[in-house]
């Protein structure tokens, strides 16, 4: 009979003790197509496990609907994994950080009265509830017992970095068992103090999260659960970038340093599971933030190449070949053969000869749409990425400076994230959220009045610390004319996830607009976009890569070789200030910065 178990501090897979090698690939981060690739370097690298969270927003984008294809096709990963001989680890939150929107959490979580997340809330225990009883029977059968590759459940996600309630802990455990998930359960944490003390569950495996320091990291957990054994759940081999910030790239004394720790703990009998071994990619409109205090908000960037094992388009990297050398060490299994590179690409130019405003195709665009005396959130009207229109009217006259030595000035309170305002079809600038009462001085407006656009990119949901669950996007706080509120809005919700419907006409360079341009590939293979202008979106035949932002560091969006096809290929670029060029061009590499 099939079984997993962790017993006298060893993991036992049919009786016989495992050292567990795991690396962590998001399914929801890979090209579906791409799936067998990565695995196979998995394979080749040394690993006996892969490990991957399960992104609750991925899987119920609006309450009560649910999706389990594309890349959200969990099973047909899990089925994939198992094929190429190998465990899984896996991690269905209902929280999982992991630099995704929000931690995982639906936008429309948050709207609900009443909701407080991960704790023992009632509105808040009921929708994980919900969605558990989609979610876990998909998994019953492919767990290790029942013939599957599902070796261990995480319960929760670092929930000692957020709080200290074990009976929410324990009711999450439950409804593992309630659904028959009958493998070992374990938390993972940080691993110091009350980091341990608040994330750990009586008959669940306690794992630590670090970088460095393993012998100290393990010797914490022991002095707090003795009985074992030492896993570095999240082996932090690289790191995640934001935007305006430098790329993160160890140099050859770091990866030696990384490579050091690693062989400690592999040679000590210590299991490991890389965080990441193959990042992969935020597609469309994913990417999480960072941010807990006053105005601190870093949204992540496009690029989840973490700077790992596996780059981000599947290449080996010189970490690969070092860390690969540890394993056939430690294990003594042979694990010398070549990894070959992916195959690239690099199509000639693209000409963009068409455009299309998105202020002209509201009605194309808008998924939701409505009136309120005051704007909502995305969250209050149940969606959850992409941008939000709003537009009223501004009664007249409003006289310029020069005739009454005053200057009206618009005040958005408090925006979420970045805001681009027209009126009467002039555009007036952007402002971006921390850029306090964000202020826009008015011209002359005409006795009959004049129209106010605002749009509203969400660029993404703080997924770590207090601020998860608290990150609303829009307007939260009102429109002004200097202190005075201005009441009764049409919004339009924008998810920009159907852009068939677009009306072109002739190209024009201006602000939020969608430029349309034709490729033509005799071969197909991994590509990469120079970024396009200022700020922005692409899409490539209808598949979102993800945003592009001039303040770097990524210089290149990343093109998965199944988006790609022979022949002619459509690229739709959304740029929301200034292109650089009607010619769009790509590089023979993958610049990250």
């Not at 749009?455 to 609303?472: K, S």
Request: proline share 6%.
């Amino acid at each position: 009979m099939r079984r997993a178990e962790i017993k006298d501090g060893k993991i036992l897979i049919d009786g016989q003790a495992q050292q567990i090698i795991s690396g962590a690939i998001h399914y929801f981060r890979v090209h579906p197509a791409l799936w067998d690739d990565r695995l196979d370097k998995a394979v080749a690298f040394g690993l006996n496990t892969i490990e991957t969270y399960i992104p609750w927003n991925l899987h119920e984008p609006h309450p009560g609907e649910y999706c389990f294809s594309g890349l959200a096709d969990l099973e047909s990963f899990i089925e994939k994994v198992q094929n190429h001989g190998l465990y899984l680890i896996l991690r269905p939150g209902p929280y999982i950080c992991a630099e995704w929107d929000n931690g995982g959490f639906p936008g429309w979580l948050m709207a609900i009265p009443g909701m407080q997340l991960r704790r023992m809330n009632q509105p808040y225990l009921d929708a994980v509830t919900r969605y558990y009883d989609v979610l876990l029977p998909k998994l019953e059968k492919w767990m290790y017992p029942n013939g599957g590759p599902v070796i261990m459940m995480q319960v929760e996600n670092e929930y000692g970095s957020f709080g200290h309630d074990k009976e929410y802990l324990k009711y999450i455990s439950d409804l593992y068992c309630k659904h028959n998930l009958n493998v070992p359960q374990f938390t993972s944490d940080g691993a110091y103090g009350h980091y341990i003390l608040g994330g750990i569950l009586p008959g669940a495996m306690a794992a630590m999260n670090f970088g460095s320091r393993s012998e100290e990291a393990f010797r914490n957990a022991r002095r707090i659960r003795p009985e074992g054994p030492d896993f570095c759940m999240e082996f932090w081999n690289g790191w995640f970038d934001h935007w305006g910030e430098p790329h993160h790239k160890h140099d050859e004394a770091q990866m030696e340093s990384v490579a050091k720790e690693l062989e400690s703990m592999l040679s000590s009998g210590a299991n490991v599971n890389f965080y990441m071994f193959h990042g992969g990619t935020n597609f469309g409109f994913y990417n999480g933030a960072n941010g807990n205090f006053g105005n601190q908000y870093n949204p992540t960037v496009t690029s989840y190449d973490y700077d790992c094992p596996l780059c981000e388009y599947g290449d080996p990297t010189p970490k690969y070949y070092k860390f690969r050398d540890v394993i056939a060490k430690c294990t003594g299994k042979k694990l010398d053969s070549v990894v070959k590179p992916v195959k690239k690409i690099c199509p000639a130019d693209v000409e963009l000869k068409e455009s299309a405003a998105v202020l002209d195709n509201l009605e194309v665009l808008a998924a939701v749409s409505g009136n309120e005396w005051t704007p909502p959130t995305m969250e209050q009207i149940g969606e959850n990425f992409g941008f939000i229109h709003y537009s009223t009217r501004l009664d007249g006259p409003f006289l310029p400076v020069s005739v009454c030595g005053y200057q009206e000035c618009l005040r958005l309170i408090e925006v979420n994230d970045f805001a681009q305002v027209w009126l009467d079809g002039t555009y007036l600038g952007n402002r971006w959220r921390d850029e306090g009462m964000n202020e826009f001085k008015l011209p002359e407006i005409p006795p009959e009045g004049a129209r106010l656009d605002i749009l509203v990119e969400n660029c993404g949901r703080i997924n770590y610390g207090p601020q998860v669950g608290r990150d609303f996007k829009g307007i939260l706080n009102g429109v002004a004319l200097e202190m005075q509120y201005r009441f009764g809005w049409d919004y339009n919700m924008l998810p920009m996830s159907e852009l068939s419907g677009l009306k072109y006409n002739a190209f024009a360079d201006q602000p939020a607009v969608f430029h349309r341009g034709y490729f033509d590939v005799d071969e197909v293979g991994e590509a990469f976009l120079r970024r396009p202008g200022v700020k922005g979106l692409v899409w490539v035949n209808g598949f979102n890569l993800g945003r592009y932002w001039e303040k770097g560091p990524v210089e290149t969006l990343y093109i998965p070789s199944p988006v790609l096809k022979k022949g002619r290929n459509e690229i739709i670029v959304l740029e929301l200030e200034k292109l650089h060029s009607a010619t769009l061009t790509f590089s023979p590499e993958h610049l990250l910065g």
